[in-house]
């Protein structure tokens, strides 16, 4: 049994077409979320890169195949590096187009022409294994969102892994349609929950953060970062019940900065503002992780 290769390739194109439209529909509406933008610019040239593959199996131009894998190449790239602008670490745009530039530079190399699927597949496995790892090891918050884009990538790159086995061990020709239950096949299906699922979940993500975000700010002492008053004062009375009920003992200790109106009058209320904020963080780092820190009052 063999693909009905335009009507999958159709499917696919349009899944990835329409993850990268959602992508940058959310961005349009929040330019500061920059990854949206790349991720949609991924999806949108891997749909150019499987109407291009399709053209090259059906005109049997080696052109189209050519401009395919520097498409699919451009996405692996280009998500690679969305994954580095989450926690915002730098990553080149020359990086990210380093893949698709190997690959035409192997398409000049004679000897490598005939397996050049099986490169542009091997380029793809390093940069979603890249993307994965790099979501995973960056990790600064506990946003569910994260994991399953996580496991998108790592399962992408593995697919892509399979697909390269397959072109190398002959199963699947380089220049072949492959058969429905071939281990190539299986990319049919995954590269269209990859596009939907890396869509939806990095908007999720964002939402996620944006959330934690305005919580932490409702918490939060605006001028030190330390918890503020309400903050402070729920926490507290639910770490001394947590005490009283395990029998632990609990401390108090209140600062009060001696002389600090004198500060504010002699210097002004920028120098007072600080005099805390340098208080502050000399406080927190001598803090063991469960203890709390707020300010209570104006000083």
Known sequence: MTLDLPTLSVMQSFAMALAGALLFFYWA????MTVLAVWGT??????????????????????????????????????????????????????????????IAAGSVPILRGVIISISMGIGVVYSLLAAATLYFGKTDRLFARWPLVGLNAVHGVGLLMGMYSTIIGSTGQDAVPALWSLFGFIYFETTVYAL????????LFKERDEAATLALARTDALTGIANRAHFLDTGERALQRCRRDGMPASVVMFDLDRFKSINDQFGHAVGDTVLQKFCEMTCAVLRPQDLFGRIGGE
């Open 29 to 32: 509406q929040n330019r500061r």
């Open 42 to 103: 991924a999806h949108l040239s891997a749909s150019l890169g499987i109407i291009a593959l399709t053209l090259g199996y059906a005109l049997r131009q080696p052109l189209w195949s050519a401009a395919a894998g520097v498409f699919l190449t451009s996405q692996a790239g280009l998500m690679w590096k969305g994954a580095r602008d989450i926690d915002r670490r730098p990553a080149s745009y020359l990086l990210a187009f380093a893949g698709p530039a190997a690959l």
């Open 197 to 204: 699922g890396t869509a939806v979940f990095a908007i999720a």
